[in-house]
Antibody, heavy 119, light 107 residues
Framework: EVQLVESGGGLVQPGGSLRLSCAAS????????MGWVRQAPGKGLMWVSA????????YYADSVKGRFTISRDTSENTLFLHINSLRAEDTAVYYC????????????WGQGTLVTVSS | EIVLTQSPATLSLSPGERATLSCRAS??????LAWYQQKPAQPPRLLIY???NRASGIPARFSGSGSGTDFTLTISSLEPEDFAVYYC?????????FGGGTRVEIK
């Protein structure tokens, strides 16, 4: 069974940084592209970032480019999202998700980790 | 950026009724569209991919259609567990984008 477990969220001041982690199990992590999708409280879904199975290709939403960095550690079966220069509008639940086969849809999701940006 | 516009924002129906949800893309995305279901305090679940293909384990009452800029998700007969929010998502162009969602509520 595929399991994705996010961690690392919390309350952070504007301008601060966080590192989100997503521990993956139940599938061959090294063969799977991954992504992050966030959801502000009471709002819809917004794709944030994605990374190829090799880690050689990364993609970002314009609103986070230059502030967020996606990476992966295949030896630890873990996906990361490094977030810098946090803004109030980054407040959201951040979901880790697995790409569906070779198609950029997401067929498995974690339960999410909440990031709150506030002074 | 591809903008996906979902309508209606809210659909009020009774169990057993047919639900028809729309997703319109700002440009031609061929058939590269998915539908997700999200229930409160849960992550989204993939229902349909590439416009009309059901994901694994998805009941046959869910069907998708469309191509180009206009897409439809149909739930043939609503079950109690189908009342939720539904999102469309395109993969034709980066950045990946989602629609704003349609809430299907019990009438």
């Amino acid at each position: 069974e595929v399991q994705l477990v996010e961690s690392g969220g919390g309350l952070v001041q504007p301008g601060g940084s966080l590192r989100l982690s997503c521990a993956a199990s139940g599938f061959t992590f090294s063969n799977s592209a991954m992504g992050w999708v966030r959801q502000a409280p009471g709002k819809g879904l917004m794709w944030v970032s994605a990374i190829s199975d090799s880690g050689g290709d990364t993609y970002y939403a314009d609103s986070v480019k230059g502030r967020f960095t996606i990476s992966r550690d295949t030896s630890e079966n873990t996906l990361f999202l490094h977030i810098n220069s946090l803004r109030a509008e980054d407040t959201a639940v951040y979901y880790c998700a697995k790409r569906y086969n070779s198609l950029w849809y997401f067929d498995s999701w974690g339960q999410g980790t909440l990031v709150t940006v506030s002074s | 950026e591809i903008v996906l516009t979902q309508s209606p924002a809210t659909l009020s129906l009774s169990p057993g009724e047919r639900a028809t949800l729309s997703c319109r893309a700002s440009q031609d995305i061929i058939g590269y569209l998915a539908w997700y279901q999200q229930k409160p305090a849960q992550p989204p679940r993939l229902l349909i991919y590439d416009a009309s293909n059901r994901a694994s384990g998805i009941p046959a009452r869910f069907s998708g259609s469309g191509s180009g800029t206009d897409f439809t998700l149909t739930i043939s007969s609503l079950e109690p567990e189908d009342f939720a929010v539904y999102y469309c998502q395109q993969r034709r162009y980066w950045p990946i984008t989602f629609g704003g969602g349609t809430r299907v509520e019990i009438k």
